[in-house]
């Protein structure tokens, strides 16, 4: 069975847009032992090329709950980056869930096991040492290439060993200095026609002596009055400037958010509220 590949350029969304997702894979994140910066880091990727992300989910190495997790990210069709779990070690099983979830079978693909021989013989050149293919832990390392069948490979540029996408979903290392070039790769590569670096505006002001209760009419007019404009509260209690506020705006495509910004002001007048300093970010 062969993996189709849809065209990556190809919207799935009935809004005309793609959705970004990641799934963080590694019992070290969840017991603590190290924490996450790829979460942080994705925003930040997507926000630079005027891209949100929708979601993100956390998961142990445990096969039934990561397998579980991808045939979710399958089926949606969005675009979702999946870290952790793709080496050749016993607690890696990513690759293997992937198959599972997609119903394929596991082949080593072939651009992969040149780019793997290459790091070795690089690695062995390193060391003044012999390269030799047939040595047990060189042909175990073939392993990392093994990915479902029909899989594209993602390249890395900090040693070679690549990744791997099967359609719109696509697999990186744990570690950061790998993951984080190769899913800018992935971004610049296959999503530009989705990038709205001036097609999205945030504006929001500091709102003193309100509760959210009260101006959720307001809100909730907005965003009926001005389609495709979210509004969003953000209360505080112990601000260390503002103390206790709501940050309200907000936010859309430029020329609806001017407008929607300008009535949702206008719809706190009655509320007799004190405004503090507005924000802008796009």
Known sequence: MQLTQPNHQLPVNPDNARHFGMIIIGDEILSGKRSDKHLP????L?????LTLAYAEYVGDEPERITAALRRAFASGDVVFSTGGIGATPDDHTRQCAARALGLDLALHPQAKALIEQRMQDVALEQGKT????QADNLHRLNMGVFPQGAEIIPNPYNKIPGFSCGSVHFVPGFPV?????IEWVLDTHYPAFFAKDRWLEHSVIVFGAMEATLTPLMEAIERDFVGVKVFSL???DHPEYGRHIELGVKGAPDAVTAAFAALCDGLTPFQVK?????VRS
């Open 131 to 134: 390269y030799d293919s047939g």
């Open 46 to 50: 997507l926000k630079a090329r005027g």
């Open 235 to 237: 209360p505080s209690v």
């Open 275 to 279: 405004l503090g300093p507005e924000m």
């Open 178 to 182: 790998m993951a984080w070039p190769m």
């Open 41 to 44: 880091k994705v925003i930040e």
